[in-house]
């Protein structure tokens, strides 16, 4: 039984030590200015992709980059992934703009993200 589609990685997340540092690489790889440029966040919008660096990880503390999968219905997907395995890591939380976002784990540990916008 299939449930509901993706709709694709179009997010990754890259948490960094050093904002500034890490600010000039991926405008030097992108090769265009950040669309987001925060204490907080740093965004790029290139390729039709959304890539952000997140200073120490930021308040989900990741360890790691998180590449997040674009779905129509976060909690169904959620409820989804969960029912086939999943471990929930942070619900489903609106992150601003009528965007929502999740993680999980799957069974090896690795983070995975859904989003969702409204």
């Given at each position: 039984?299939?449930?509901s589609?993706?709709?694709g990685i179009k997010t990754v997340l890259h948490p960094v030590s050093d904002l500034a540092a890490a600010k000039a690489v991926y405008t030097a790889l992108l090769g265009v200015?950040?669309?987001s440029d925060e204490s907080?966040?740093?965004g790029y919008e290139a390729g039709g992709q959304h890539i952000g660096l997140v200073p120490t990880g930021g308040p989900q503390?990741?360890?790691s980059p998180v590449a997040y999968w674009h779905v129509p219905d976060i909690a169904a997907k959620l409820a989804e992934v969960a029912?086939?395995?999943a471990t929930v890591?942070?619900?489903a939380r609106d992150v601003g703009g009528g965007r929502l976002v999740a993680t999980f784990t799957d069974p090896d540990g690795n983070v995975l993200g859904l989003l969702q916008d409204r």
């Open positions: 039984m299939t449930g589609p993706t709709q200015p950040p669309q907080y966040y740093v503390d990741m360890a029912a086939a395995g890591k942070e619900p």
